[in-house]
């Protein structure tokens, strides 16, 4: 155990326990393939501070995962590179950290969950044992005492009679349950940050409603900062402090959840809000955003959503992108016509 203490304070000798549990600043990836580069990541930057939930939010396709897998190294290279920014973990810049030095940083201080949880658990082995396992290998825990660990876990995330289905398959769990367990995993070594992918996607609404309160409860009590990635605007309004709104590969929009919905100030987020089906309007017509988002191998020319937004004049089809004008001291957006979108022109 001692060992592995020593190799995690060499990792982070630097680290600043006043700075910022995670900043993000202008990262970027592509991804160099056989049918071109695609600019996954184009300047991405956010800060995350303790016990604060921000939102990532954007189609599919809009470069959040990536993020997510540059955040954590685990981004698959070759074919992705990060071509620029900084990750920083309390004023350390992660991507200048060896591999062996990363992986302490894993599940020790930045976990993840993502959004499949049955392919992410290794079906050979018992939900406790793969708990269990993160105790001995990077706790030096013993068999027993890892095990009753694991069923602490599994009662932290609210698994009915944990001491039984601690020796289950994960197969012997719903889809619920697997990703309950998935979270009990991330939670393990007590991280400062977690980054949940698109956690709830695969389950139903019910579901998704428990385990998105199981997430908020959770972060609440180890006032952990949690990156939510999603592509549901219906998820975040109860639970997010702040969102960034990405769209290829950009931050186009970045404040407080109360300004996001109360009057948002780029197209593309006023688009995502109108989508949301409302029981208040019911029988309104939902106006989702028209067309789909561009392909990252072939992004247009000036704002990348000019095609599809219904503000667009010439000065939005030609580069440079629009820049983030600040729309008030705390939040952002990369409009030119930001003020007329927000309704306060
Ligand atoms: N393994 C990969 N190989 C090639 N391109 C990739 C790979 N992963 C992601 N990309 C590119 O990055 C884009 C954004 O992907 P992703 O971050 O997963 O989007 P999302 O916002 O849905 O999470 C994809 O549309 C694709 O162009
Ligand atoms: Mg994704």
Redesign the pocket.
Same mark, same amino acid.
């Given at each position: 155990m001692s060992t592995d203490v020593n190799v995690k304070m060499d990792a982070l000798a630097g680290a600043d326990p006043d700075a910022l549990p995670l900043q993000v600043k202008d990262l970027h990836v592509e991804?160099r /393939?056989r049918n071109g580069v *695609?600019h *996954?990541v184009n300047g991405v930057s956010f800060d995350l501070r303790a016990g604060e939930t921000r939102a990532i939010l +954007?189609e =599919? +396709?809009? +470069?959040? =995962?990536?993020?997510a897998q540059a955040i954590m190294g685990i981004l698959?290279t070759p074919? +992705?590179y990060i071509t620029g920014g900084e990750v920083l973990y309390r004023g350390v810049d992660l991507l200048k950290l060896p591999e062996s030095e990363r992986r302490k940083v894993r599940a020790n201080r930045i976990a993840m969950i993502f959004q499949d949880a049955l392919s992410a658990l290794n079906p050979v082995f018992t939900v406790g044992f793969q708990l269990a396992e993160l105790f001995r290998k990077h706790r030096g825990m013993s068999r027993k005492d890892s095990k009753a660990r694991a069923v602490e876990l599994l009662d932290l995330v609210k698994i009915p009679a944990a001491k039984q289905r601690v020796n289950d398959y994960p197969h012997q769990f719903s889809g619920g349950m697997r990703q309950r367990v998935m979270i009990a995993m991330a939670l393990a070594l007590d991280p400062e940050v977690l980054i949940a992918d698109e956690p709830t996607t695969a389950l139903d609404v019910t579901v998704q409603a428990q385990i998105m309160t199981l997430l908020a409860e959770l972060q609440r009590e180890r006032n952990m900062g949690l990156v939510l990635i999603t592509h549901d605007m219906g998820v975040v309004a109860d639970v997010a402090d702040r969102i960034s709104v990405m769209y290829a590969g950009r931050v186009i929009e970045e404040a407080g959840v109360e300004d996001i919905y109360a009057s948002p100030a780029h197209p593309y987020t006023k688009g995502l809000l109108e989508s949301i089906p409302r029981l208040d309007l019911k029988g309104h017509e939902l106006s989702a955003i028209k067309g789909l988002p561009p392909m990252? /191998?072939n992004i247009p020319p000036g704002c990348a959503f000019n095609p599809r937004c219904r503000y667009a004049q010439e000065v939005c089809r030609k580069d440079p992108a629009p820049p983030l004008y600040q729309v008030s001291s705390s939040r952002t957006a990369a409009c030119h016509f930001w003020k007329e979108v927000k309704g306060d022109e």
């Open positions: 991804f /393939t *695609a *996954a +954007g =599919s +396709g809009c +470069g959040k =995962s990536v993020t698959d074919p +992705g990252l /191998t």
